[in-house]
């Protein structure tokens, strides 16, 4: 069956076993390429806007690495890219629930909250890792001008409200850019619901020195989420 424009088209790399990624647990670690930001500090920029140039992982070697080793993992780790902004995302949890029977937990910038709440609502992931990026205000900048304030502030209330209502499903963190000052960073914690902490990651430079410069030429126009 061809799965062109399906998702799995998206399903673009594989960590066989993280010991980080999904803390407390081992878990491997799925990419599934594109994103809808353009953060130009994006440590992962091929696989978010050139996935065309990494390697396909099929459907059948998903499975096969799945059926070999679920029995030695404690879960599956699915990021990008963005995960919410690949279509057919479902399926492709779906199919790794059915496969794996493991708890899967998810990365997400957290700017396509539907998508969110329709996977919780089918029970298609168990854990989700929102990234904060920082106050509202910085949102286009942090996004390459991707997201304007508002929208940022309307996505993230949200998810906030899903994460009050679904305490045990949700963790957030923010990487610490080299925008963000130490204000930020509180400006940030003060948005999570009562009970929540912000994990604060250190920020990893690109791999590439024009990577920013890359990023700005790629940025999709006309396309701010307002
Ligand atoms: S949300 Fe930003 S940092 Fe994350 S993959 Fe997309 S462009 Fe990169």
Redesign the pocket.
């Given at each position: 069956m061809s799965n062109i424009s399906s998702g799995w088209t998206h399903l673009r790399g594989i960590e066989p076993l993280s010991l980080c990624d999904w803390p407390g647990r081992t878990s491997c670690v799925f990419f599934l390429g594109g994103?809808?930001?353009?953060?130009p500090?994006?440590?992962?920029?091929d696989?978010?806007?050139n996935m065309e140039n990494l390697p396909l992982l099929s459907r059948r070697d998903m499975t096969t690495f799945l059926r070999d080793r679920a029995r030695w993992l404690d879960g599956v780790t699915i990021t990008?890219?963005?995960p919410t902004a690949v279509p057919g995302l479902g399926e492709i949890l779906h199919e790794i629930r059915r496969i794996s029977g493991l708890p899967i937990k998810m990365d997400s910038?957290g700017?396509l909250p539907d998508v969110l709440e329709d996977i919780l609502r089918q029970k298609l992931a168990d854990v989700f890792a929102i990234?904060v990026?920082g106050p509202y205000e910085k949102y286009p900048a942090l996004?390459?001008r991707?997201v304007t304030a508002e929208a940022a502030r309307r996505n993230l209330e949200r998810v906030f409200a899903l994460a009050e209502a679904n305490p045990q499903a949700f963790y957030f963190r923010l990487?610490k850019v080299p925008i963000l000052t130490d204000e930020d960073v509180e400006t940030a914690k003060g948005y999570l619901p009562d009970g929540f902490e912000l994990t604060i990651q250190n920020y990893i430079p690109p791999r590439r020195e024009h990577a920013h410069a890359d990023?700005e030429a790629r940025r999709p126009v006309g396309n701010m989420v307002d």
């Open positions: 994103c809808n930001l353009s953060c500090t994006c440590h992962n920029f696989m978010a806007w990008g890219g963005e910038n700017m990234d990026k996004t390459g991707a990487t990023n």
